[in-house]
Nanobody, 119 residues
Framework: QVQLVESGGGLVQAGGSLRLSCAAS????????MGWYRQAPGNQREFIAR???????TYADSVKGRATISRDTAKNTVYLQMNSLKLEDTAVYYCNANYFTGNSGRIGWGQGTQVTVSS
């Protein structure tokens, strides 16, 4: 099983930037896609961005142009750079991975990291 650990959250002023990191650890796995989701209080978890093993990226409209997802395949780490942060970006951000162990496809989630944007 893969363990995902996020870091980099915190308090930031509106208009500021931050970078989230998520490191995957374990053994005998191959990650196909890594991504980021977020969940604000009272809302459902929503998709933010994903990146495939080949480097293809997809973004939600809500962050397009403000977010950049990148991946260090050798380190099994994914990053999310967020710029021009807005109050509505406040949420718990979760790392996600679609991976294989043997012939089994699995989905893993991190524990989440809080991002709070203040005015």
């Amino acid at each position: 099983q893969v363990q995902l650990v996020e870091s980099g959250g915190g308090l930031v002023q509106a208009g500021g930037s931050l970078r989230l990191s998520c490191a995957a650890s374990g053994s005998g796995f191959s990650i196909a896609v890594m991504g980021w989701y977020r969940q604000a209080p009272g809302n459902q978890r929503e998709f933010i961005a994903r990146i495939t093993s080949g480097g293809s990226t997809t973004y939600a409209d809500s962050v397009k142009g403000r977010a950049t997802i990148s991946r260090d395949t050798a380190k099994n780490t994914v990053y999310l750079q967020m710029n021009s942060l807005k109050l509505e970006d406040t949420a718990v951000y979760y790392c996600n991975a679609n991976y294989f162990t043997g012939n089994s496809g699995r989905i893993g989630w991190g524990q989440g990291t809080q991002v709070t944007v203040s005015s």
